[in-house]
């Protein structure tokens, strides 16, 4: 059975990196798309990034385009999401999901059927 599995949030002072990554399992990474998305309290989903698993290339939200990164760990079925400059508005669960097949934009939520159970970042000095 396929899932995804998100690691690697936590507590973060203003300004630092955080890295999380998505481990997937009952599937390989070869041929698909990975978004990341986040939801804080009393907001709607809002994606961030997609990538393909194919050839790499990224597609990015308008508010994190410059300070986050996805990226393929092909070795380790991972993909990573890199977060810089982090800001308190950034506090949110972060998700990631996977659907089969080559994205050619950032794809909404509704275009992904596998989904993690996410994970807690929290942004405050």
Known sequence: QAHVVES???????????????????????????????????KERERLSC?????GSAFYAGSVQGRFTTSIDNA?????????????????????????GIPLELLPSDKYDIWGRGTQVTVSS
Not at 51 to 55: A, V
Not at 86 to 98: G, I, R, S
């Open 76 to 100: 380790k079925n991972t993909v990573h999401l890199q977060m810089n400059s982090l800001k308190p508005e950034d506090t949110a669960v972060y998700y990631c999901a996977a659907r089969e």
């Open 8 to 42: 690697g949030g936590g507590l973060v002072q203003p300004g630092g990196s955080l890295t999380l990554s998505c481990a997937a399992s009952g599937f390989t990474l070869d041929y698909y798309a990975i978004g990341w998305f986040r939801q804080a309290p009393g």
């Open 51 to 55: 990538i393909s698993t194919h050839d």
